[in-house]
T-cell receptor, first 113, second 114 residues
Framework: KNQVEQSPQSLIILEGKNCTLQ??????????LRWYKQDTGRGPVSLTI?????NTKSNGRYTATLDADTKQSSLHITASQLSDSASYIC????????????FGSGTRLSIRP | EADIYQTPRYLVIGTGKKITLECSQT?????MYWYQQDPGMELHLIHY???????EKGDLSSESTVSRIRTEHFPLTLESARPSHTSQYLC?????????????FGEGSRLTVL
């Protein structure tokens, strides 16, 4: 069964601190993995995309990693800011089928001043 | 910013009413999707379309219906709303023919059925 599991479910950190969010998946055949940021009451916005051959990719203070062998990904946020408070959703796509875009349930991140 | 728009953003209606959630995109994307999301929960695909006159049901069973008469427009209709339909509905689009296609989401329509 295609599944995407994220941990932790929620996380609270102080402004300026770093954090790492985890994503484990069982999706086949694997096409790509994206991390999305969803602000409260808004639609998700893509942060990074990882394909099978990529191990790490950065987007500003966001760095995503992918281990295709263990089917794990992480999203590392450096020097967190209040605006980073949001849900972060791991989304894994299988090839060529809209019905195989699998969403994780997200990690709710709260940044405290 | 993505050019995909949903209306209304918020809707409170009584049981039994017919409602249509509008979704329009100006990016010329062939693929469009409707997702349902309850608070704090994951998104579930309820409908998708690969182009004009093409619509399919998603993984989550839904009593809603969709139509795709124009490329840019993908409305969702509930003929008779019930409290169980209370949820957030997110519309998205992506370019066709790309396995790595990014989903562009609208702001969502939050529906409350009393």
């Amino acid at each position: 069964k295609n599944q995407v599991e994220q941990s932790p479910q929620s996380l609270i950190i102080l402004e300026g601190k770093n954090c790492t969010l985890q994503c484990n998946y069982t999706v086949s055949p694997f096409s790509n993995l994206r991390w999305y940021k969803q602000d409260t009451g808004r639609g998700p916005v893509s942060l990074t995309i990882m394909t099978f051959s990529e191990n790490t990719k950065s987007n500003g203070r966001y760095t995503a990693t992918l281990d295709a062998d263990t089917k794990q990904s992480s999203l590392h946020i450096t020097a967190s800011q209040l605006s980073d408070s949001a849900s972060y959703i791991c989304v894994v796509s299988a090839y060529s089928s809209a019905s195989k875009i699998i969403f994780g349930s997200g990690t709710r991140l709260s940044i405290r001043p | 910013e993505a050019d995909i728009y949903q209306t209304p953003r918020y809707l409170v209606i009584g049981t039994g009413k017919k409602i249509t959630l509008e979704c329009s995109q100006t990016m010329g994307h062939d693929k469009m999707y409707w997702y349902q999301q309850d608070p704090g929960m994951e998104l579930h695909l309820i409908h998708y379309s690969y182009g004009v006159n093409s619509t399919e049901k998603g993984d989550l069973s839904s009593e809603s219906t969709v139509s795709r008469i124009r490329t840019e427009h993908f409305p969702l209709t509930l003929e008779s709303a019930r409290p169980s339909h209370t949820s957030q509905y997110l519309c998205a689009s992506s370019e066709a023919g790309e396995d790595t296609g990014e989903l562009f989401f609208g702001e969502g329509s939050r529906l409350t059925v009393l």
